[in-house]
Nanobody
Framework: QVQLVESGGGLVQAGGSLRLSCAAS????????MGWYRQAPGKQREWVAT???????NYADSVKGRFTISRDNAKNMVYLQMNSLKSEDTAVYYC???????WGQGTQVTVSS
């Protein structure tokens, strides 16, 4: 059974930091590129960051320099370190397995200005 479980969301003031985690099971994690996406109220889901199976990373321009995606293949975990948060980062953040296109249930991030 495939499971992607996000955690670490919450309420933070602008300029603050949060670290999101995604625990993966039931997928060939070491072979999978993993991504983070987000969806703000009334908007379409948008891509945030990707990390390949070998650790290469790519970021949306809106988060470049502020967010860092990483993975721990030994623990089947992927992380999103979010610094210098802005109100426009408020959204539900989703973990995605790009190989099988599985999604987690999401974790809410709210940035107060």
């Amino acid at each position: 059974q495939v499971q992607l479980v996000e955690s670490g969301g919450g309420l933070v003031q602008a300029g603050g930091s949060l670290r999101l985690s995604c625990a993966a099971s039931g997928i060939p994690f070491r072979l999978s590129a993993m991504g983070w996406y987000r969806q703000a109220p009334g908007k379409q889901r948008e891509w945030v960051a990707t990390i390949t199976s070998v650790g290469n990373t790519n970021y949306a321009d809106s988060v470049k320099g502020r967010f860092t995606i990483s993975r721990d293949n030994a623990k089947n975990m992927v992380y999103l370190q979010m610094n210098s948060l802005k109100s426009e980062d408020t959204a539900v953040y989703y973990c995605n397995d790009k190989l099988g296109n599985y999604w987690g249930q999401g974790t809410q991030v709210t940035v107060s200005s």
